[in-house]
């Protein structure tokens, strides 16, 4: 049986997007759904529509501004007073960032490490030694595909990417011989509030057979998790992208990134 079944999900950033798509998959499944996410009038929303479909389900909402350690520790300390043991850890929260890395605000830029890259790590480590202890559980990542290539305009973005494929390599290798999985999705462009928020200053679109929407890739993350992967990239485009990328060596992917570059900042795009 899946550790979904009967369990207890906690997600980040379930306000918007593919954290609230995840948290409406799984709620059919789950003893308990933990929404996190700053905008909690919109959590409480989803609460009410999640306990209306399936009264027995018990959703915990908790406010929290994941780019403060501070909060971070209130609500892992919150997590623990409600008396709840976090059987799966979704780690889905983040921003992105779009421009040359020399006009990035540095307030900014900070503010999308500490969501992207520490308040996963901590959370991850707050609630990880319970399920090895249990012997029962996972992380699922939500990361990129800028965190298995690089590209022009999202420098710091792609790092804090980068940053998630390694850390959830290295738990799979940590994980090694427990029933705890480690597992990470890279999707392309996905249909949420997340290219107005990374700052988009082109006039460009994302082409709509590239994009797929929250559920699609909600739907892909919680299959890849339940079959043990450790790496899964949503949507039929993406993966042959992501092929590509793999079987190319380094210096031509620098090369063509660098051409990407180059007419960026001739276009002003940067």
Aim: net charge positive; hydrophobic share 45%.
């Amino acid at each position: 049986m899946s550790v979904i079944d009967g369990g207890t999900i906690l997600v980040t950033g379930a306000s918007s997007g593919i954290g609230m798509a995840i948290a409406r998959l799984v709620a059919s499944r789950a003893k308990a759904v933990v929404l996190v996410a700053r905008r909690v009038d919109r959590l409480e929303e989803l609460k009410r529509t999640l306990t209306e479909a399936r009264k027995e389900l018990r959703v915990e909402v908790i406010g929290c501004d994941l780019s403060s350690r501070d909060d971070i520790a209130k609500l892992v300390a919150e997590v623990a007073t409600r008396g709840l043991d976090i059987d799966v850890l979704v780690n889905n929260a983040g921003i992105g960032m779009m421009g040359s890395f020399e006009r990035a605000d540095a307030a900014k830029t900070t503010f999308m490490i500490d969501l992207n890259v520490t308040s996963l790590t901590l959370l991850t480590l707050a609630f990880l030694p319970g399920m090895v202890e249990r012997d029962r559980g996972g992380v699922l990542n939500v990361s990129s595909g800028f965190g298995l290539g690089v590209t022009p305009l999202f420098a710091a973005y792609i790092a804090t990417k980068h940053y998630v494929t390694g850390f959830t390599e290295g738990l799979c290798a940590d994980l090694a011989g427990t029933n705890v999985v480690a597992t990470q999705i890279c999707p392309g462009p996905v249909a949420t509030e997340f290219e107005q928020t990374m700052g988009n200053t082109t006039d460009a679109k994302i082409p709509a057979f590239i994009e797929i929407s929250a559920e699609q890739c909600a739907r892909t993350a919680v299959r890849a998790f339940e079959q043990g992967r450790a790496l899964v990239v949503p949507g039929l485009v993406m993966k042959v992208v992501m092929l590509l990328n793999q079987l190319s060596p380094r210096f031509m992917r620098r090369a063509f990134a660098s051409i990407l570059g180059r007419y960026a900042r001739a276009k002003k795009l940067a």
